[in-house]
């Protein structure tokens, strides 16, 4: 018989772990979708155009793609995975920091999670400063990038669920001591 606190932490890991990260980046979807349909409404040059679709595209391979559905994605369902199954009460309530790698985790992985979300976050700050509609077209491959994101993320835990063996590694501190199989 399953422990119903064994049951709950996996269950809490699971919906507060990717749940929390699919929150962060919808919500940054839903804020950002206004922008862009705001900057479609511009009676937009050929210029606008093209820059919006180059730029789209590179948003998609290198965001969505690379970025998303490559690295973080599978990273963040791999992390949750484990957090499910070797649950602390810290760690559950942090969990969609845990999952994106900014605790407990290597030291690389810190780094890089860390100085990515600071550098993202010097980005929104300074394309909120771009008048319309650049500020929209710029916005509508960010919309795009972690839109794939958003569904990467769901794939994995599907495919995780499924027993689909998710090949990245979770960055764990060496000293980690596992309950994994």
Not at 79 to 86: E, K, S
Not at 136 to 157: E, N, Y
Request: with cysteine; glycine share 8%.
């Amino acid at each position: 018989m399953v422990h119903p606190l064994s049951f709950l932490s996996k269950a809490l890991a699971w919906s507060w772990g990717v749940g929390g990260v699919l929150l962060l980046c919808g919500r940054a979807v839903w804020a950002l979708v206004p922008k862009v349909i705001q900057a479609f409404e511009h009676s937009l040059t050929p210029l606008q155009i093209g820059a919006a679709l180059g730029w789209m595209g590179f948003m998609a391979y290198f965001e969505g793609y690379r970025g998303f559905q490559k690295a973080f994605a599978p990273r963040v369902v791999a992390r949750t995975q484990y957090l499910a199954r070797n649950p602390t009460a810290l760690e559950l309530l942090l969990a969609p920091m845990f999952a994106m790698g900014l605790i407990r985790a290597t030291k690389k992985r810190l780094l890089v999670s860390w100085w990515l979300l600071i550098g993202v976050t010097f980005l929104v700050l300074m394309v909120r400063l771009l008048p319309q509609p650049w500020r929209g077209l710029i916005d509508a491959g960010v919309v795009l990038g972690l839109s794939w994101g958003c569904l990467a993320i769901v794939a994995w835990c599907v495919a995780t669920w499924r027993g689909i063996e998710n090949p990245i590694s979770r960055d764990l501190p060496p000293d980690t001591v596992s309950s994994d199989p």
